[in-house]
């Protein structure tokens, strides 16, 4: 008598080709070499800056890139230079009540352009892409003769600040584009509980719009922080309201030979931006994906 035994079934584990494993590894590599390479093109800028501001004036000229001796005294006498402080004062209240405003001027026309329906909607939204395309130095002729000689606010921020009170193209346009990604039900849920139109803005709106704003508001912060051309054409025959922008490049001029103390100044001038948006990147980052900018 004979038996038969079956043979168990063996599981077969079959590794990776050669090829394919040294492919995936090549592909690694290349991949972290290019994001290092466009890390360090973004870092080293900065890192020179840095370094050179804390030189010498005299290493600051031959091309050394360590400094042999750390000069923060430089910092020191950056901010000791007449009106640094005053352009310091006047930036910041230029970024900071120019944001305010925008916000709150360009958030109520989003909301009419995303959440209702009205005669001349598209019309409306047809202007504002409009004046996105339009360049200021287009009508900065006829506004510069209506500030001046009109109004006679040159030499002041006023003509820079007092427009954006009433609404900005590129503000209300993002905007309008996350309250269109809102449902309509939320809305009508809270006119059922009793909500008036003010209190849906401010109990429902806001809340769920908090991440446009805030990349809105940091977009707002940052162009006005950096404006140069609007300080110059209203500002600049006053000393007393220039900004930081307009300013540097006053301190560039009267320390041309002076690297170190140039670049101690840039420094200065860059650090509230590098504040606000390292305390901001989440809901900057979070922002920016939800209204489909790409900055």
Not at 51 to 68: E, H, I, K, N, Y
Not at 172 to 180: A, E
Request: include cysteine; proline fraction near 6%; charge should be positive.
């Amino acid at each position: 008598m004979t038996t038969t035994m079956a043979r168990p079934d063996r599981v077969v584990t079959s590794a990776p080709p050669k090829t394919q494993r040294r492919d995936d590894v090549l592909v690694w590599i290349a991949t972290h070499a290019v994001a290092i390479g466009l890390a360090l093109l973004f870092v080293l800028p900065i890192v020179f800056l840095l370094l050179t501001s804390v030189m010498s004036d005299r290493q600051a000229l031959d091309g050394s890139f360590w400094p042999t001796t750390w000069q923060w005294s430089n910092y020191e006498h950056v901010f000791r230079t007449p009106g640094f402080l005053v352009w310091w004062r006047n930036s910041l209240v230029y970024a900071g009540v120019g944001t305010a405003l925008t916000l709150v001027s360009s958030l109520f026309p989003a909301i009419a352009l995303a959440k209702f329906r009205f005669r001349g909607a598209n019309l409306t939204m047809f202007l504002v892409i409009s004046m996105m395309m339009l360049p200021p130095q287009v009508v900065i002729v006829p506004m510069y003769v209506v500030w001046s000689q009109d109004l006679g606010l040159s030499g002041s921020l006023w003509p820079l600040i007092i427009p954006l009170a009433f609404g900005d193209a590129y503000s209300i346009f993002l905007l309008r584009q996350f309250l269109l990604t809102l449902p309509d039900e939320v809305l009508d849920a809270a006119s059922v509980d009793g909500c008036g139109e003010l209190r849906k803005v401010w109990h429902v709106i806001v809340p769920m719009a908090r991440p446009a704003l805030v990349a809105v508001g940091l977009f707002q912060f940052f162009a006005l922080w950096n404006d140069y051309f609007g300080p110059q054409i209203y500002a600049s025959e006053n000393p007393n309201a220039w900004t930081l922008s307009y300013g540097l490049e006053t301190f560039k001029s009267a320390h041309h030979s002076n690297w170190n103390l140039t670049l101690a100044a840039t420094a200065l001038v860059m650090l509230p931006v590098v504040v606000v948006f390292f305390f901001a990147q989440r809901a900057f980052v979070r922002g920016v994906t939800l209204t489909g900018v790409r900055a």
